[in-house]
């Protein structure tokens, strides 16, 4: 009886093994791999035949952004072609995934996937193109600056100087009017003065610094005045953009009387300014581009794509009146509009107007291409959405014209010959820009480069004018060899007194030469 019982034990055991066995491989892990490749063993060991392999074909794995992990199935069950998801026209997915059953196509369908391979290329082409405008990180423009005060304002205490005073900032758009106040001491600075009027010529003190800060600071005040009356008139249009939606206005920061007393206060104090500390004219210029900006260009903005080009001609006057302050302490007429605008002397103020109505169109278009879903929404009138197209073609034109001005700026004598060369450098990398732009219709990150290549461009190219200025290094030169402007003066004397002389005087002083 005991060796019956040690027998039984010995057959339970082995049948224990076996079926531990037998377990071990129907209770085994599921192997994972990706949803158009579901192919496995749930029940019984997996046999690797050549629809197994047939089912992992490469060139159906979908991208791997929509790669998704799921056991495997039989593969005579389940031949799912790739998912696809479907880009809105704001660059939104849509809320879920679709299912297994949605997206499992007819055995028709999925035989002409197979025997097309090139629709899963097609396919990801298609997705890359597009996957700029559908995640905005990539080619997303940062706040502007009156948004990001806005911001910070709300950081500070309620009561405070401080708060009242970036709130009130905020309103002047402070980056835009940098610019704006920059043209336009570029334009004054590059003006030839002559060398009787410079501040090294005489011991009294020179009138051109006190001008010089009448010119900038009743600019940036008439700059402030007309911003600050675009956003009273546009608040309810801003509050549905991203770039605008945090301007004080907007938030409930200040009111719109508020916004109001302080345009009208900032546009007198400009004007007036100009008027007493500079000229009329530049005084009359700078009244006239507070109405062009808020009275014209800012209701048009809804009305018409050509905003852009009434935009672009305020942009364009600061320069004029850069150099109309500095024409008229040279005038010896009257001093009127047509002495300070149009004589001879003028061109090089043109000329600097030309160049920033051109750099305008490239910088603009590539920032309303990234945002031209929200510009079509707040009812903006702008070629990026209304003509792609001729967007980029545009912007590609005016950066293109960046070399004869700053060629012609050379040509008439207002920059040096090394401004061809500084410059060309400049101009080449914005023209660059915009022929990417232009070619990619604003995708694959070409937006934001000529954004950037054009917030650069424009500084870069002034500075590099005013280092160039057309004497300016002979000047210095002369100074650091001791000489004085008498000296400079006695010299030109002497060259234009034989100039005068007959031909026939001079032929005793050339013969004692040779």
């Not at 990706?34 to 029940?43: G, I, K, Q």
């Not at 907007?250 to 104090?269: D, E, P, Q």
């Not at 694959?444 to 057309?470: E, I, N, Q, T, Y």
Request: with cysteine.
């Amino acid at each position: 009886m005991q060796a019956n019982s040690m027998k039984a034990i010995s057959l339970e055991s082995s049948i224990c093994l076996r079926c531990l066995s037998r377990l071990s491989k129907s209770t085994r892990l599921p192997r994972f791999t990706h949803a158009s490749t579901r192919s496995s063993s749930t029940t019984t060991g997996a046999v690797f035949t050549r629809k197994y392999f047939f089912a992992n074909k490469p060139t159906l794995y979908p991208p791997s952004h929509q790669r998704i992990l799921l056991p495997r199935t039989d593969p005579a069950q389940h031949e799912v072609p790739p998912v696809t998801t479907a880009i809105g026209d704001h660059g939104k997915a849509p809320s879920a995934q679709p299912t297994i059953s949605e997206a499992a196509p007819s055995n028709n369908a999925h035989n002409d996937l197979l025997q097309t391979g090139s629709i899963h290329r097609r396919r990801r082409k298609r997705l890359k193109d597009d996957q700029p405008a559908s995640f905005a990180s990539i080619d997303v423009i940062p706040p502007d600056a009156s948004s990001r005060l806005s911001t910070i304002s709300t950081t500070l205490p309620a009561s405070s100087l401080r708060r009242l005073f970036s709130l009130y900032l905020s309103l002047s758009k402070p980056r835009l009017s940098f610019l704006i106040v920059l043209t336009t001491a570029a334009a004054y600075s590059l003006y030839p003065v002559p060398a009787v009027l410079l501040p090294q010529a005489t011991t009294s003190p020179s009138l051109s610094t006190l001008t010089l800060v009448f010119l900038t600071s009743g600019t940036a005040l008439c700059s402030a005045s007309a911003n600050a009356l675009n956003m009273v008139m546009e608040p309810e249009h801003d509050a549905k953009m991203s770039r605008t939606r945090n301007r004080p206005i907007v938030r409930g920061y200040i009111g719109r009387k508020g916004a109001l007393v302080f345009a009208t206060a900032a546009g007198i104090l400009g004007v007036g300014s100009l008027y007493y500390g500079v000229n009329p004219t530049v005084s009359f210029l700078g009244g006239l581009n507070i109405f062009l900006y808020a009275g014209i260009y800012t209701p048009m903005k809804r009305l018409s794509v050509l905003n852009t080009w009434v935009g672009a001609v305020v942009g364009g006057i600061p320069p004029l009146m850069g150099w109309a302050a500095a024409a008229g302490q040279t005038a010896t007429g009257s001093g009127g509009w047509h002495e300070l605008l149009f004589k001879e002397e003028s061109i090089g103020g043109w000329l600097l107007a030309t160049f920033l109505y051109a750099w305008q169109f490239p910088h603009f278009n590539a920032l309303s291409w990234t945002i031209r879903d929200e510009y079509k929404f707040a009812g903006y009138r702008m070629l990026a959405w209304v003509n792609p197209r001729m967007n980029g073609r545009v912007a590609f034109r005016y950066a293109s014209m960046s070399f004869p001005i700053c060629g012609a700026l050379w040509w008439f004598g207002i920059t040096d010959q090394g401004f061809l060369l500084t410059s060309s450098v400049v101009n080449a990398w914005i023209v660059r820009e915009a022929w990417k732009f232009w070619r990619m219709d604003g995708y694959k990150g070409s937006a934001r480069g000529l954004f950037w290549a054009g917030v650069w461009h424009l500084p870069v190219v002034m500075v590099l004018a005013m280092a160039h200025k057309k004497g300016l290094w002979e000047g210095i030169w002369q100074r650091l060899n001791g000489e004085t402007p008498e000296d400079m003066w006695a010299e030109e004397d002497e060259v234009n007194a034989l100039q005068d002389q007959p031909q026939g005087a001079l032929q005793p002083i050339v013969s004692a030469i040779t």
